[in-house]
């Protein structure tokens, strides 16, 4: 069964390049299109529009974090980084600049359509579920969302969101007062528990807690109880 997924890949190298591409078309994936520098990639993105993006970090004609921040501006489509950087500083850099998940070379081929099928089959639903008629807007004083119109709003001010960012309040919002381990809302809001990592939970909340007016040294909303998990507290009053 074919996947009608357009998905665009980012590499200068020929190798992976290939062996990504062959790989998916086993897969049953069929709109790939494939890029090796920061401008093709750009112009690509000008022509067509992707469900997920697998993007490089060292490119010959510019660095792949900076490029995807620039994506950013034009597309909340999954960003996947795959790269020879391996460092914590990398994958942090990454998904602090907009990236929805970081795998390392070298890597296993099989390893990355896990990753994509679990970002697309998770985007999907969310997709579905915004479409709703029995979805309903969450309005706290310090910020309202509504997740049909994938709307976040905070102290009057719209603030653009990826979806991953979107999904991960939406998690929240429906769950609040509750606790839950890192590994538990990877696997609830990524679709994956095998290759979860706990770095990728924790970017993407600081991330949110930053664009929700949270206090990032002592936040109030979304609540860390050290050694357990996450808390989502609905501020109240002037919080």
């Known amino acids: 069964m074919k996947d009608d997924a357009n998905i665009l ?12 591409e062959l790989t998916l078309r086993k897969e049953h994936f069929t709109h790939i299109t494939t890029t090796t520098t920061k401008a093709e990639a750009l112009q690509a993105l000008v022509e067509q529009s992707f469900d997920i993006i697998l993007l490089d970090v060292m490119l010959p004609d510019g660095d792949g974090f900076v490029l995807c921040s620039t994506i950013r501006q034009q597309t909340t489509a999954p960003i996947l980084f795959i790269s020879a950087r391996s460092s914590d500083f990398d994958k942090l850099t990454g998904l ?4 929805d998940d ?3 070379k070298p890597f296993n081929p099989l390893e990355v359509v896990a990753r994509i ?4 089959r998770r985007q999907r639903e969310y997709e579905k579920k915004t479409v709703q008629p029995e979805m309903k807007s969450y309005i706290y004083n310090a910020f309202s969302f509504s997740p049909d119109e994938a709307l976040l709003t905070v102290h009057g001010e719209v603030v653009q969101a990826t979806a991953k960012e979107l999904e991960l309040l939406h ?3 429906k769950n609040p007062n509750r606790v839950f381990t890192t590994s538990q809302i990877y696997e609830r809001v990524w679709g994956e ?4 990592e706990e770095k990728t939970v924790t970017i993407h909340i600081a991330k949110l ?3 929700l007016g949270d206090n990032t040294r002592r936040p109030n909303i979304i609540v860390n109880l050290r050694g ?3 808390k989502f507290i609905p501020p109240t009053g002037d919080s």
């Open 9 to 20: 890949i980012v590499d200068d190298e020929s190798g992976i390049l290939k062996i990504l």
């Open 96 to 99: 602090s600049v907009g990236g």
């Open 102 to 104: 970081y795998i390392t």
């Open 117 to 120: 099928r679990a970002i697309l």
């Open 171 to 173: 998690f929240f919002c």
């Open 193 to 196: 528990d095998v290759f979860g």
């Open 209 to 211: 807690r930053k664009k």
């Open 228 to 230: 357990i998990g996450y």
